[in-house]
């Protein structure tokens, strides 16, 4: 079974720009989350999508939004792009948002460089 | 502070040496608690769920101390493979949200020959 997967691998883009990132989760995981690694960092929660509803988000500003799919797969946007944004972005799915161990398993990630 | 402080690191050891990797965390409404493991510019990888009971998997070996909200992590027989950053991981799950996951910063692991 193909794991998580994420589009693009690599993006360069530069300051003021926008930019949108893919996943597509694990077939029959129903939860998405998205996560930022900045280098030298632990991931970073940004949000989580079940059953195509928000149902948790870290501290990022509004530019940054993302939404889930019918098929469960997401989006993430971020706009008018800083310096700061470059990162590794993290798409992590889940089979099921109630129960006590929530495994997540990540993606491949895109690595994204504002210039 | 952090809500989830691991050793700072890096260690060194060579290879077939056991190293012990400890972490703390602050929120006692944390729930589930695990281990990562994250080559470099590769995503993490699930290593381990931790329980309160204790679990193994061959060589690696995690501990919850809820009590004292520590967890830790111990390879025995380190191979020149394990080199890598293991993450401290945790989550709560509030009314409502579930899927954050709290990540320590990570200590980088070189096993050498």
């Known amino acids: 079974d193909a794991g998580v997967t994420q589009s693009p691998t690599h993006l360069i883009k530069t300051r003021g720009q926008q930019v949108t990132l893919r996943c597509s989760p694990i077939?029959?995981?129903?939860?998405v989350s998205w996560y930022q690694q900045v280098l030298g960092q632990g991931p970073q929660f940004i949000f989580q999508y079940y059953e195509k509803e928000e149902r948790g988000r870290g501290n990022f500003p509004d530019r940054f939004s993302a939404r889930q799919f019918p098929n469960y797969s997401s989006e993430l946007n971020v706009n008018a792009l800083l310096l700061g944004d470059s990162a590794l972005y993290l798409c992590a799915s889940s089979l099921t948002r109630t129960g006590f161990i929530h495994e997540q398993y990540f993606g491949p990630g895109t690595r994204l460089t504002v210039t | 502070r952090k809500e989830v402080e691991q050793d700072p690191g890096p260690f060194n050891v060579p290879e077939g040496a056991t190293v012990a990797f400890n972490c703390t965390y602050s929120n006692s409404a944390s729930q589930s608690f695990f281990w990562y493991r994250q080559d470099c510019r590769k995503e993490p990888k699930l290593l381990m769920s931790?329980?309160?009971s204790g679990n193994e998997d061959g060589r690696f070996t995690a501990q919850l101390n809820r009590a004292s909200q520590y967890i830790s992590l111990l390879i025995r027989d380190s191979k020149l493979s394990d080199s890598a950053t293991y993450l401290c991981v945790v989550n709560r799950d509030y009314g409502g949200s579930q899927g954050n996951l709290i990540f320590g910063k990570g200590t980088k692991l070189s096993v050498k020959p």
């Open positions: 077939s029959g995981h129903k939860s």
């Open positions: 931790v329980y309160s």
